[in-house]
Every structure is written in structure tokens, then in C-alpha cells.
């Protein structure tokens, strides 16, 4: 089994509607992170969390909120879709031992 | 704001050839993790190589190692014997000291995407 878990794997949805993406992970990692890729964009980030009470905004966060239901999982929502959200969703957990950061397959969202 | 440059959008190797991608940053900081992430077409991210800013050695991951200058802040990724699995999208990112702020604490460039010839 995945050790970071993201569903669901693709989405389609219409402009306005609210999303939900969801992540979880087996890691024990408290730090958990939602990127956002585009293509010749790269990763941007939209939120972290270093544990369960601790949430911060990334660079790119309007549009979007989190909620750390506990320190294995980390949703990202989408509160009214629009076109320009059509992105591949990444969630990733980081040790703090290394800095090595674990990512999730990715959810490709479009939105029409 | 620290800033990661990755100035070759494709590059392309024959198998078995040698390649080098190359990344730039910027910032003031004096200690800082730098990596190399590998993104396939399933699209899974993996890690492929991480530095140390503190150690002067230059890391290696079997055929993958790095060419680390401080100085100046260059941080390239060398895959010797390529192979077609190479294939991918190559990210670097630096990780910052200090944390918080909207940058949180890893900073990724725009990516290079490597295509391997048979």
C-alpha cells in the first residue's frame, strides 16, 4: 500500500461546484503540504501544516481551503471551482529528519 | 525570497550517454538541504538525490550524482549511462532555513523534462 494516499485520482467537475481532494498517509510525518503543478510551472505550493493545529497559507492559497483532521490527514477543498483550478493536485508528508518530502500519485482535476 | 532557475525547459540524451541538468538559486542563507526530484510519466514524484549545503562533498545516488558550488549557487544533476526509464520530468528545490511565510520551506523550479533516445 501507498504510504501517501490521495483521492480520488482524477476528477472532472462543472465551474461552482465545491471539491473536495483528500489525502492520508501511514508515514507518522506531521508536516503535511498540497502543491499545486502546472504545466512550465512547476510546484506551487497552496498550504502546509507542521501538525494538527498548526495550518499555513502558501503562495497560492485564494480559492482554496485545508483541514487537518488529524495528523494523517490533510484535505485540500476547492470552495466554487473555476476553469483556471484545472491543475494536477499533489499532497506530500515531510521528515523532519531530512527534509525528505513523500508525495501522493497526484489528482488530476479539471474543471469545465 | 529565495528563487530556484531551472534554465533548460527539455533536454535530450542518447542512451547510455551522459547528461547534465542544470539548476540555480538564489539566496542569502549559509545552510540549506538542496534536492533532485524525478517525476515519470505515471506522474509520481521520487526523490533522486539530496545535498547538504554544509558538506563540500558532491552527493551521488548510484548513475546520479550532483556537482554542488556554493559559491555559486549552482546545484547540477549528472545521469551517467542513461537509460530509457530516465525518461522524465526533473525538478530541483531548495529548502530553506527558515521556515514559515508563504513560501513554507521547500522552493521547487519550473522542472526540465528529459527525453532518452533509443
Known amino acids: 500500500d501507498a504510504d501517501v494516499t490521495q483521492t480520488p485520482r482524477n476528477r472532472i467537475t462543472k465551474t461552482g461546484k465545491r471539491i473536495m481532494l483528500e489525502c492520508s498517509q501511514t508515514?507518522?510525518?506531521?508536516?503535511m503540504y498540497w502543491y499545486r503543478q502546472d504545466p512550465g510551472l512547476g510546484l506551487r505550493l497552496i498550504y502546509y501544516?507542521?501538525?494538527?493545529?498548526?495550518?499555513n497559507k502558501g503562495e497560492i492559497s485564494d480559492g482554496y481551503s485545508v483541514s487537518r483532521q488529524a495528523q494523517a490527514k490533510f484535505s485540500l477543498s476547492l470552495e466554487s471551482a473555476i476553469p483556471n483550478q484545472t491543475a494536477l493536485y499533489f499532497c506530500?508528508?515531510?521528515?523532519?529528519?531530512?527534509?525528505?518530502?513523500?508525495f501522493g500519485s497526484g489528482t488530476q482535476l479539471s474543471v469545465l | 525570497a529565495q528563487t530556484v532557475t531551472q534554465s533548460q525547459p527539455e533536454m535530450s540524451v542518447q542512451e547510455a550517454e551522459t547528461v547534465t541538468l542544470s539548476c540555480t538559486y538564489d539566496?542569502?542563507?549559509?545552510?540549506?538541504?538542496l534536492f533532485w526530484y524525478k517525476q515519470p510519466p505515471s506522474r509520481q514524484m521520487i526523490l533522486v538525490i539530496r545535498?547538504?549545503?554544509?558538506?563540500?562533498q558532491n552527493a551521488t545516488e548510484n548513475r546520479f550524482s550532483v556537482n554542488f558550488q556554493k559559491a555559486a549557487k549552482s546545484f547540477s544533476l549528472k545521469i551517467s549511462d542513461s537509460q530509457l526509464g530516465d525518461a522524465a520530468m526533473y525538478f530541483c528545490?531548495?529548502?530553506?532555513?527558515?521556515?514559515?511565510?508563504?513560501?513554507?520551506?521547500?522552493?521547487f523550479g519550473k522542472g526540465t523534462k528529459l527525453s532518452v533516445k533509443p
Open positions: 506530500a508528508t515531510q521528515d523532519w529528519r531530512n527534509e525528505k518530502l513523500f
Open positions: 508515514k507518522g510525518h506531521d508536516r
Open positions: 501544516s507542521f501538525d494538527v493545529k498548526d495550518i
Open positions: 539566496t542569502s542563507e549559509s545552510d540549506y538541504y
Open positions: 545535498q547538504e549545503a554544509y558538506k563540500q
Open positions: 528545490a531548495y529548502r530553506r532555513l527558515h521556515y514559515g511565510g508563504s513560501q513554507g520551506n521547500l522552493i
